[in-house]
């Protein structure tokens, strides 16, 4: 496309120096050049600095700087989580000794003794509330494999769980702490509410990962922390995923598994996206699960935040990926995030429909920037070539109209052209001058000659009449002097062919001559006009035999024997019919 | 050329300046606006609030462009605390939500013009769909700043199969429960029976001494005025009250009654009627064992010599108003939603309240034998036989309510927790009962005075 404009504006140029096209036309052209080269740049600066950026490069730009926000806010919070995790176990795994040492009991003995576990509860419920107030959670837990009686229906856990009563996003130091699992007069004496849901244990089965904790051996628990799925709590509308570390004994038994409670609500309050976001993104922590991912989704900054299922597909694309949650549908870029012993997926999010309709505003943002910049190019290119070429044509047509007093042009170029062109004129004047003077003598040289010329003319003619006349004497007197010499000679000749001839001969000769056929009459003819066989021959058109053929007839028809006879006989009769004829005119 | 050139640089202008400048306030369902509440349906058990709000959120909510995100589901007192701490900007606090649920108190404590008023979206005929006297309660310096959603009353819930071991071994009918003169009695006889038990826990002890100063004089106002310690009608409430709690049958513990509840460490108990959202159909035992109860509601107990009187309960939606106005439109639009007919039957049948629509609350009072599940079918039974037979007095509301409820409550439990122990240590020491209780009670009579004036 780029290669096809660059083309044609060469072909422009081209054409433009080949052809014939008007001053200010020629200016418009370079000028509009020069300003969409100029509305190019401009486009380009609006480009980098952003202004005109196609909502496309914009939103990339924007989710990967929140994704990588996230992740490592999500890492530090992790972080920390995990650290108190361990931590935790270590000091709830000590308690749990000290208790069991106290009341000389083991492990297995704390099975169906609720005084012990009481006891043990008691001591472990300031722990987890101090832990509770320090870091980034909504509740902790410390489950125990144990229970306090067996008898009950179901596979319960001795355990320790408390939330906070409401969720902020900042610190909990103004919250009011809930039991959701325990011993309610732990609850009453620490001054704590039950939860409506409360149980006094917790079925471990809710969530998976506890149970694969509770089962597992392990020596060194530093790195057996893990973030489990989101589940729905039993029995209340929250849910919630927790960063869980198993308890391990002395002598290396997995007690129980303890944690802390990050809830739906307080990751959407904590993982909120920065104020340099778009309106609408939002993070989401996915675990993968059958290809499809559940998990907790962050906040937005304000407004649009569907009521989403929590079961999301994700369609990687070479752009951004399509992230489906029915009916939503999200563009965003996920990454892969290991926290502990599981894994994650991180992804940034926007609502599809709003990013095409955004990007389509942006296009038309920016071909509403470029139009009008384009005609601004073009308007003041015609206005200024407008401007610069007008004085110019003004002085052209004052040069074109009145050439003789040329007012003084406001262009010092011009200016210097009109000086310069009446120094020509002056001297174009000087030499027109001359050349008249020239041609006035030349005209007056030409005069006198041509009479000179006359004259001598008239005098030719006249020696030329004296001439004409002296000759027509002479020649009249010459015909004369012929005349005579050509009777004397014609009364010789008479008188030879006379003395030649044999009269009956000639009297035969004259009366046959009709006998004569018409070819033979114009061969005939011929020998008297003098011509030769030959000439003969070619005029007859006829061959030499025939020749001969029409000659032997001719001198039998007319009694001859030759040729020179035959022209005797004629020229006798020729000289015969002159004298009569002259007899007669005499 | 000219004229061309510039009606087409006037029009890629304008178009520029409508891109750039237009601000829509219309609700728009492609890009929904979102609103945060707050509330107090539910607490932390399965919300019918919040199945409420997802349906809106599903069909008139995707329809007009309105979304409901519940950020928080508490008592009123901390929706009133977090409220202060977010208008404060405190650090920590939460942000302000959009919608909340509270009482009129709360105006109180908020800094002014930050909160909607309905009235601005309300016309003269959706207004003449609520009940006017819920609808006042919430008409506050001439702005309709509270909109009623959802009403109760305070009754009796009983557990049934616990009181009925008790009953049967003592001869007691349950028509004991409907008088302050008989109730309090029976909850020391109880206590000596369970073997040091509570029967009976007051949610509101506040409300008792309320409803029965007001019964025996019902000249006072105490929506509007605070208790008077000294007067007559207070010492006439307080003696069976405190008799009952210093000899340990009432229980004066902080917190709900449904907290003692779910252990059994309590099974009777006067509160609101959603309260029945909060009361379980089993106890737990200490040794992890569970048991079913039945439920029973009675009518808010009353004097036997004296008017029936009880609180008119329950918060109502408020609004903290927007620049943007299409969040102010989109909570009008839930406002209405909720409070429309058929939803504010089923969501006030569903959480124990009453509609405050008034074609839902006729079509409750008329159907509710109709109701399936017994325990909302037993309340709705308790709340009509109050329904024309009460005078309900709404929530005291003063500048200073809040916190002198607070002080006399906490005063009363102070003294009275104070005095059961000195009696039960007395008792055990082999004086006599009634003539320690009688003094106990005339010290702490005496105690509350001088603590509250």
Same mark, same amino acid.
């Given at each position: ?18 052809? !014939? ?8 052209? &370079? ?10 740049? @401009? ?47 270590? =000091? ?40 509770? *107030? ?41 919250? !009011? ?43 060194? @628990? ?45 990751? =959407? ?34 407004? *649009? ?36 012993? !599981? ?11 709003? *990013?095409?309709?955004?990007? $389509? ?76 003077? $020239? ?66 001969? *000639? ?54 024997? !030759? ?5 005797? &006989? ?5 000289? =015969? ?10 | 050329? /000219? ?58 909510? /995707? ?20 409220? +202060? ?52 309660? %919430? ?25 009925? /071991? ?43 001494? +309320? ?31 405190? /008799? ?43 040794? %992890? ?12 107990? #009353? ?29 009008? +639009? ?112 005496? #105690? ?6």
């Amino acid at each position: 496309m780029q290669r096809l404009a660059y083309k044609e504006l060469r072909l422009l140029f081209k054409k433009m120096h080949q052809e !014939s096209y008007t001053m200010r036309g020629r200016f418009a052209v &370079y000028l509009l050049s020069l300003l969409c080269a100029f509305v190019f740049l @401009i486009m380009l600066l609006l480009s980098v600095t952003g202004i005109t950026n196609s909502f496309d490069k914009e939103l990339h730009l924007s989710l990967d700087y929140e994704l990588e926000t996230s992740k490592e806010n999500i890492i530090n919070q992790m972080n920390q989580l995990a650290a108190y995790s361990i931590n935790m176990s270590h =000091q709830l795994s000590a308690l749990t000794n000290d208790v069991l040492r106290e009341e000389k009991l083991s492990f297995e003995q704390l099975k169906n003794n609720p005084e012990a576990l009481s006891k043990l509860q008691k001591k472990a419920f300031h722990n987890l509330k101090r832990n509770m *107030y320090i870091v980034p959670c909504s509740g902790a837990f410390y489950i125990l494999n144990t229970t306090a009686n067996n008898n009950i229906p179901g596979n319960t856990n001795h355990s320790l769980y408390i939330k906070f009563t409401n969720i902020y996003s900042d610190n909990n130091l103004h919250n !009011s702490l809930c039991m959701f699992r325990g011993i309610p007069e732990t609850a009453r004496n620490e001054g704590i509410e039950l939860h409506s849901m409360w149980q006094l244990e917790f079925r471990t089965n809710k969530v998976p990962e506890f149970e694969k904790l509770l089962s597992g051996k392990y020596g060194d @628990i530093s790195n057996e922390y893990m973030l489990t799925e989101t589940v729905p709590l039993p029995d209340t509308w929250e849910k919630a995923r927790f960063m869980a570390v198993p308890i391990v004994s002395d002598n290396g038994t997995t007690i129980g598994v303890c944690g802390f409670e990050i809830s739906n609500i307080y990751f =959407q309050m904590t993982s909120r996206v920065s104020d340099k976001a778009k309106n609408n993104t939002f993070c989401a922590l996915l675990s993968k699960n059958n290809n499809r991912y559940t998990g907790q989704i962050g906040g937005n900054k304000t407004g *649009y935040l569907p009521p989403l299922t929590n079961d999301f597909t994700i369609k990687p694309s070479s752009s951004l990926d399509i992230i489906e949650c029915p009916p939503y549908v999200f563009v965003g870029m996920t990454e892969k995030l290991k926290i502990g012993n !599981s894994e994650h997926i991180l992804a940034m999010m926007f609502p599809e429909n709003l *990013y095409n309709e955004l990007l $389509q505003k942006s296009r038309f943002k920016a071909t509403i920037i470029f139009l009008l910049l384009m005609l601004i190019a073009f308007g003041s290119s015609m206005w200024l070539s407008k401007r610069y070429v007008s004085p110019i044509l003004q002085d052209l047509e004052q040069l074109k109209n009145n050439p003789k007093e040329l007012r003084p042009s406001s262009i010092p170029e011009i200016a210097d052209l009109f000086t310069f062109l009446s120094e020509k004129d002056a001297e174009q004047e000087n030499k027109f001058r001359q050349l008249d003077d $020239q041609k006035k003598k030349m005209e007056n040289d030409y005069v006198e000659a041509k009479n000179l010329l006359r004259l001598q003319a008239e005098q030719a003619e006249e020696e030329y009449a004296r001439a004409k006349e002296e000759l027509l004497k002479k020649s009249k007197k010459a015909e004369e002097q012929y005349l005579q010499t050509k009777a004397a000679l014609d009364q010789l000749t008479l008188h030879r062919c006379e003395a030649e001839i044999d009269p009956d001969n *000639y009297q035969m000769f004259l009366e046959h001559l009709h006998t004569l056929t018409k070819k033979e009459r114009f061969i005939f003819e011929l020998y008297l006009q003098g011509k030769n066989a030959k000439e003969i021959r070619d005029l007859a058109d006829i061959t030499e035999n025939t020749l001969k053929y029409h000659n032997k007839n001719i001198y039998g028809k007319l009694g001859i024997c !030759s040729r020179k006879e035959l022209l005797l &006989y004629a020229e006798y009769m020729q000289l =015969q019919k002159q004298n009569t004829s002259s007899g007669e005119n005499s | 050329m /000219r004229k061309v050139l510039l009606i087409l640089a006037a029009f890629l202008l304008s178009l520029t300046m409508t891109g750039c400048l237009a601000e829509n306030t219309n609700l728009d369902p492609k890009n929904p606006t979102t609103l945060s509440i707050w509330h107090v349906y539910g607490d932390q058990t399965k919300s019918p609030f919040n199945d409420a709000i997802d349906r809106f959120n599903r069909t008139v909510g /995707r329809d007009k462009g309105v979304i409901i995100r519940v950020l928080s589901i508490t008592t009123s007192y901390s929706i009133d605390k977090g409220l +202060v701490d977010a208008a404060k900007k405190l650090p920590g606090a939460a942000e302000m939500p959009d919608l909340f649920i509270a009482y009129p108190r709360v105006v109180n404590t908020l800094p002014k013009n930050i909160l909607l008023d309905w009235n601005n979206y309300l016309s003269k005929e959706e207004r003449a769909n609520y009940i006017e006297a819920f609808l006042s309660e %919430g008409y506050i310096d001439g702005q309709q700043l509270m909109l009623p959603i959802a009403k109760s009353s305070e009754v009796l819930f009983l557990n049934q199969t616990l009181f009925d /071991r008790f009953s049967a071994q003592n001869n007691i009918d349950t028509s004991e429960l409907l008088y302050w003169e008989t109730l309090l009695p029976l909850c020391n006889k109880y206590y000596d029976w369970s073997g040091g038990k509570y029967m009976f826990k007051l949610n509101d002890t506040y409300h008792y001494f +309320v409803t029965e100063m007001m019964s025996r004089n019902p000249a006072l106002n105490l929506s509007q005025n605070s208790i008077d310690v000294r007067s007559t009608e207070f010492a006439a409430a307080f003696y069976p009250f405190a /008799r009952a709690a210093i000899y340990g049958g009432l229980c004066l513990e902080h917190g709900f009654a449904s907290d003692l509840w779910k252990t059994a460490d309590v099974i009777s108990s006067t509160g609101s009627t959603a309260e029945v959202l909060y009361l379980r159909d089993d106890v737990t035992y200490s040794n %992890g064992v569970k048991e079913k109860i039945a439920l029973q509601v009675f009518p808010y107990p #009353k004097s036997k010599f004296g008017k029936s009187v009880a609180i008119q309960r329950g918060g109502g939606l408020f609004a903290t108003k927007s620049d943007d106005e299409r969040k102010n439109k989109a909570a009008a +639009v839930f406002a209405k939603w909720i409070t429309s007919n058929q939803e504010n039957l089923s969501f006030t049948m569903e959480t124990g309240y009453i509609p405050v629509n008034i074609k839902a609350a006729e079509s409750l009072f008329a159907n509710y034998e109709n109701v399936s599940n017994p325990k909302y079918r037993n309340l709705y039974h308790a709340v009509s036989q109050m329904y024309n037979k009460y005078h309900f007095c709404s929530t005291p509301l003063s500048k200073s309510s809040q916190s002198s409820q607070k002080s006399f409550e906490n005063a009363l439990q102070k003294i009275l927790t104070h005095a059961h122990a000195e009696f039960k240590q007395r008792s055990a020491a082999g004086e006599n009962r009634e003539q320690i209780l009688d003094k106990l009670i005339s010290e702490s009579l005496t #105690k509350m005075q001088k603590e509250l004036l």
